[in-house]
Every structure is written in structure tokens, then in C-alpha cells.
């Protein structure tokens, strides 16, 4: 039994910026264009910039990996397995590298991310090339973006300050004087495999100093030393690694946070796989359908309607084409001079049913279209 509508609404009822606006779903994007049913990004507060004396405070959403503090310490071990406590030192508020003791790396682990790293070479210059304030930051410990005081000390390009090691050299050379705190803040996202295959490369942006000096780069494998890296599988997550190269590189306010799953790994930011998209849609019409359920007379026939644009029920349209024909019927029984009392009703039905036929949620042969169209232009507001 289809339901009674009873349509006892004013104009200010019916949600002025409503849903038939933007393109609808399709196969493999779950959301409208300007999708007021997408979620809302949450509120995190930013943090506060750094300068050369003191660290910035990182996002409200970041875990912190080292703050300056002692008891940050306790969030990294040696680079050994088993793990043994780290030999890198507290010292002024930097985490420094005692040379000789060997990589560390952070007890948590993590995957796609954005990271925040400070660094700072030795103020006093020695050595030059390689042999110059290097050491290096591992994502997940499987591939690195140099660390590197190339100040006035050239090196192989693919190996400076900011490359993704042995693959790709930066866009250019923003690295402040020998001594100073360089910044890095860095976007990874890891390689996706499925059945063997490669889905996506994984790719990292990175910025020194504020400067862009990798764009998207892909990983082509992660790089390495001396030979030329090929894609390859690697885990979900793993932990951050700071390289002893042997020299007292410094680090500070060291921080990440996690990244929305990318569409090709089962999250819904972007185009997804037809099977994806369309579970997600019937995911969102059900919610829509729901939500229906709790409301009366025209917000719950806009809502009806807008859930069919995720995903068909031959209910919720029998349902919906009898609330439009029931709603048409009263403006026929509405005195000619109290149309313009319901035009902001009217004007906001024939937006939806105009939408509703132009994609075809409604069948060609439901006439209501044309019926309101005439409504429409016998009170002179035709657009």
C-alpha cells in the first residue's frame, strides 16, 4: 500500500539548497557533484610555524614522535632485532644521531601520511659530497628521502637533500646555510598491489623550507644505493627510520598524521571500482531511506526522490511518482491567487522532478514533468 500524502507545508518547510543540483552518481563515483550527503571533513586546529630557535606545535590531530622531551625518547628503539633502547641522544631539545650506533626507528607504525620532520646538519662544516651532514628518512623503513647538507656542496642530484634516493633528484635546492633547521613536510603514500598486480605506485610530494621539491614523484620501487629500484609490494604500515650515516645530524619536532584511504585501497576519496561504488551507494540511498522514514509530506518525498539517485527501488519510486501526482493534484485545487504563496514550494519541486527526468531516475512516461512545467509558466516564472 503506498503511503497518504498529506501536504500541509509552507515554503520555509522545504530545504532551500537541497539536493538536485550537481551531476548524480555514477558508476564508479558513489557521490553527487556538491554532495551534500558526503561527510563533512573534521575540524582539526593547526598548529604554529617554526623558526630557527624554537619548533612549531604540531596539528590537534598529529602523534607526536618527538616533541624535544626525554620521554619521547622512549618512543623510538634501534634499528636491531630484537630491538634494543636507542643510543640517540636528548640534547637541547634535538634528538641527535650519536655516529656509529646505527639506524633508530619508531615504535609506531603507520602507512599513508603526512609528516612533519626538522632537521639541521652539523654548524660546523666538514667533509663534502655524500660526506656532509647525511643521513636520511625511511617511510615505513622502506624508502627514503634524503637528508643531506648540500649547501654549497654538490653531490650526484638523485642523492641530495630532499631526493627520493637513487630515483628521483628534487625540483630544486631550497636548503637554508649549514647548521640551520631545514623542514620537510612530506605526503607518502605506499605502493597498492592486489592479486600481484600493481593498482597504484605509491608517490611522494615534498616540501623544504615551503618549497615544492617533489611533486607526486612515483616510488618506482622506493630507490636504493647504487642500483636502479623496480616496483614492489611492500606492507600496510611500518615504522619511521632515521639513518646514522656517521655524521651528528639533528632532528626535532618530528610528527604525522594518518591520511584518508584512497579509493583503489577501499576508501572513498575519489573514483572507486564499480563494485565499490556501487555498495557505497546502496549504502547511502539506505541512509537517505531512513532518514525519510522520520519525516512527513514534501521533505519526505524530496527525500525519497534524492535516494533514488543512488540506487534504484521499485517501492521508493512507486512511492515517490504517487507523493508528486498527490502534491500536483492539491496545486490544481489551489486558488489562483494563492499560487504565489507556494511559488518557492512549487519552483523547488520542479527543480527535483526536472532533475528527477533529466537523469532518468523517473520513467519517460511519468508525465508529472510536464504538468508542473505548465504550472510554472501559466504564473509567469518560467526562468
Same mark, same amino acid.
Given at each position: 500500500?503506498?503511503?497518504i500524502?498529506v ?8 530545504l532551500?539548497?537541497g539536493?538536485f ?14 554532495d551534500?550527503?558526503?561527510p ?25 614522535l ?5 620521554a ?25 644521531c ?6 633508530i626507528?619508531s615504535?609506531?607504525e ?6 612533519? #620532520?626538522?632537521?639541521?646538519?652539523? +654548524?660546523?662544516? =666538514? &667533509?663534502? !659530497?655524500?660526506?656532509?651532514?647525511? $643521513?636520511?628518512?625511511?617511510? %615505513? ?8 647538507d648540500n ?18 633528484p628534487?625540483?630544486?635546492?631550497a ?5 640551520q ?23 611522494y ?5 615551503? #618549497?615544492?621539491?617533489q611533486?607526486? +614523484?612515483?616510488? =618506482? &620501487?622506493? !630507490?636504493?644505493?647504487?642500483?636502479? $629500484?623496480?616496483?614492489?609490494? %611492500? ?11 656517521g655524521?651528528?645530524?639533528r632532528y ?5 598524521r ?8 577501499g ?6 571500482p564499480p563494485?565499490?561504488?556501487s555498495a557505497k551507494?546502496?549504502q ?11 519525516l ?12 533514488l ?5 521499485a517501492?521508493t ?7 508528486v ?7 490544481k ?11 518557492s514550494?512549487?519552483m ?10 533529466h ?5 519517460a512516461?511519468?508525465t508529472?514533468r510536464?504538468?508542473?512545467?505548465s ?9
Amino acid at each position: 500500500m503506498l503511503p497518504i500524502y498529506v501536504f500541509a507545508f509552507t515554503a520555509s518547510a522545504v530545504l532551500a539548497d537541497g539536493p538536485f543540483y550537481g551531476d548524480p552518481p555514477d558508476a564508479t563515483h558513489p557521490w553527487a557533484i556538491h554532495d551534500m550527503n558526503r561527510p563533512q571533513p573534521p575540524l582539526v586546529k593547526p598548529g604554529t610555524f617554526s623558526s630557527q630557535e624554537q619548533p612549531g606545535q604540531a596539528p590537534s590531530d598529529a602523534i607526536i614522535l618527538f616533541d624535544g622531551t626525554p620521554a619521547t625518547l622512549a618512543k623510538w628503539e634501534s634499528d636491531k632485532n630484537p630491538p634494543v633502547p636507542t643510543q640517540w641522544v636528548v640534547k637541547d631539545g634535538t634528538l641527535q644521531c650519536v655516529p656509529g650506533s646505527g639506524f633508530i626507528r619508531s615504535k609506531e607504525e603507520f602507512g599513508d601520511c603526512q609528516l612533519h #620532520v626538522e632537521w639541521a646538519a652539523p +654548524t660546523k662544516v =666538514e &667533509g663534502d !659530497g655524500q660526506g656532509r651532514g647525511n $643521513s636520511g628518512i625511511f617511510l %615505513m623503513g622502506e624508502t627514503e628521502i634524503q637528508v643531506l647538507d648540500n649547501y654549497n656542496n654538490p653531490t650526484y642530484p638523485d642523492g641530495a637533500a630532499g631526493a627520493l634516493y637513487g630515483v628521483n633528484p628534487p625540483h630544486a635546492n631550497a636548503l637554508r646555510t649549514s647548521g640551520q633547521w631545514q623542514i620537510y613536510d612530506i605526503i607518502f603514500r605506499r605502493p597498492i598491489w592486489k592479486d600481484g598486480k600493481l593498482l597504484d605506485s605509491g608517490r611522494y610530494t615534498v616540501m623544504l623550507n615551503g #618549497v615544492v621539491i617533489q611533486d607526486a +614523484t612515483p616510488l =618506482e &620501487g622506493g !630507490g636504493g644505493h647504487k642500483a636502479r $629500484s623496480h616496483d614492489r609490494s %611492500m606492507p600496510d604500515k611500518g615504522p619511521l627510520k632515521l639513518q646514522d650515516h656517521g655524521n651528528p645530524v639533528r632532528y626535532r619536532n618530528i610528527w604525522y598524521r594518518l591520511l584518508p584511504a584512497r579509493a583503489v585501497d577501499g576508501g572513498d576519496m575519489g573514483a572507486m571500482p564499480p563494485e565499490a561504488a556501487s555498495a557505497k551507494k546502496q549504502q547511502i540511498a539506505a541512509g537517505i531511506r531512513e532518514a525519510a522514514a522520520k519525516l512527513q509530506g514534501l521533505a519526505k518525498l524530496r527525500r525519497q526522490m534524492e535516494s533514488l539517485c543512488y540506487a534504484p527501488d521499485a517501492a521508493t519510486l512507486a512511492a515517490s511518482q504517487a507523493g508528486v501526482t498527490a502534491w500536483i493534484a492539491t496545486l490544481k485545487q489551489t486558488p489562483a491567487g494563492d499560487m504565489n504563496a507556494k511559488k518557492s514550494e512549487i519552483m523547488q519541486m520542479h527543480e527535483a522532478v526536472d532533475y528527477m527526468t533529466h537523469f532518468k531516475f523517473f520513467p519517460a512516461e511519468f508525465t508529472a514533468r510536464a504538468q508542473i512545467d505548465s504550472i510554472v509558466e501559466a504564473n509567469g516564472w518560467k526562468k
